[in-house]
């Protein structure tokens, strides 16, 4: 399965919603589509599973959402500290796993 | 807490070999499958290989199959990666991840990551 994630880059000002897209080749089984969030020079740290669930200890203004082929993360109020590269992944049965080529969420 | 941190890497000539390995601490080992992502300077995340939690099962990336051998110690709580045969495009930062689930019957999503160890291979 390939994931399309877009936009590439999206500039928006602290306190803007934040609507990222990952759209799948195939439809993602059982809904089994992550998120990740990467800031620079740091490991990636998961956001969502399960296209909806949020980790624990991820605050509420992040959300998944989606079904089938395509899935949206929503930052609803974007902090300083949510600027940072998203990456969505897709998991399941199949013994393959792949990621998303990232969208750079960046200061306007 | 959980802890996961990498070592091994560094610089090797293109064909040579390197072996990486990655210290767990903080939770249950062998109640989880363990996974190594990689990423490339200025790139995304690429998934290189997995292996339950017994070792019973291992998966590859197409771009690593043959070359790469992923394993466990469980009496160390140690990961590895066995890596042969490595080409210029093998530079990386290379993270590993544990699996949210022990892997037998599918890949989970991956809760914990280390903080990577950076592969270069040029001659």
């Known amino acids: 399965i390939v994931l399309t994630q877009s936009p590439g880059t999206l500039s928006l000002s602290p306190g803007e919603r934040a609507t990222l897209s990952c759209r799948a080749s195939q439809s993602v089984t059982d809904n089994y589509l992550a998120w990740y969030q990467q800031k620079r020079g740091q490991a990636p740290r998961l956001l969502i599973y399960?296209?909806?669930n949020r980790a624990t200890g991820i605050p509420d203004r992040f959300s998944g959402s989606g079904s089938g082929t395509d899935f949206t993360l929503t930052i609803s109020r974007l902090e300083p500290e949510d600027f940072a590269v998203y990456y969505c992944?897709?998991?399941?049965?199949?013994?393959?796993?792949?990621f998303g080529g990232g969208t750079k969420v960046e200061i306007k | 807490q959980v802890q996961l941190v990498e070592s091994g890497g560094g610089v090797v000539q293109p064909g040579k070999s390197l072996r990486l390995s990655c210290a767990a601490s903080g939770f249950t080992f062998t109640s989880h499958g363990m996974h190594w992502v990689r990423q490339a300077p200025g790139k995304g995340l690429e998934w290189v290989a997995s292996?339950?939690?017994?070792?019973?099962?291992?998966y590859y990336a197409d771009s690593v199959k043959g070359r790469f051998i992923v394993s466990r110690d469980n009496s160390k709580n140690t990961l590895h990666l066995q890596m042969d045969s490595l080409r210029p495009d093998d530079t990386a930062v290379y993270y590993c991840a544990r699996d949210r689930y022990n892997l037998l019957i599918l890949i989970s999503w991956f809760d914990f990551w280390g903080q990577g160890t950076l592969v270069t291979v040029s001659s």
């Open positions: 992944q897709q998991y399941g049965r199949s013994p393959v796993t792949t």
């Open positions: 292996v339950s939690y017994d070792e019973r099962n291992k």
């Open positions: 399960g296209a909806s």
